[in-house]
């Protein structure tokens, strides 16, 4: 089974193969079975994750694709709405993001080192912050979500269309 290198990632769509919306089989088919088994998700009523190519993918089930996160690490290159997340500064992203006309929840506790873009439902997460501008740690995001529809509603800032 072929694994692409480069996942273009399209919000409310999904990445790549993979659709938001699509059972487990249906993933399986796509890329091939999971490297980690389906595990409960701790907190929820019958979500299951899993995880493809070194868990590089990770799918949340409820029961079909609700989250589709892809991990810094492996080569695995995702692309959001012509940005190669992992390769721009983190802050390009946000910058390049906020261009676009998508807003960030600037009431997340974990901003900084969270971006969650409602509008979205996306989420972009690095472990650390630049303490200076010579410090390499937290440049690049290491993770980049993406969910159904409303994934986020939690977050204050409305949920509408995309920008056009």
Not at 39 to 61: C, K, M, Q, Y
Not at 74 to 89: C, S, Y
Not at 104 to 122: A, C, K
């Amino acid at each position: 089974m072929h694994f692409p290198n480069t996942w273009i990632v399209t919000p409310h769509v999904g990445a790549g193969v993979v659709l938001l919306g699509m059972t487990m089989s249906e993933v399986q088919n796509s890329i091939g079975a999971p490297c980690q088994s389906p595990d409960p998700v701790w907190g929820s009523t019958g979500s299951l994750r899993a995880g493809w190519h070194e868990n590089a993918l990770t799918i949340l089930f409820s029961p079909r694709a609700d989250y589709i996160e892809i991990s810094r690490g492996t080569e695995l290159d995702p692309e959001l709405l012509g940005i190669r997340v992992f390769e721009d500064a983190a802050d390009s992203v946000v910058a390049q993001l906020v261009a676009k006309g998508y807003t960030f929840d600037r009431d997340d506790p974990e901003l900084g080192y969270s971006y969650v873009f409602p509008g979205i439902d996306g989420s972009l997460w690095r472990p650390t912050i630049p303490s200076d501008p010579g410090d390499t740690d937290g440049q690049h995001f290491s993770s980049l979500g993406i969910g159904i529809r409303g994934y986020y509603a939690h977050t204050k800032i409305p949920h509408g269309s995309l920008p056009k």
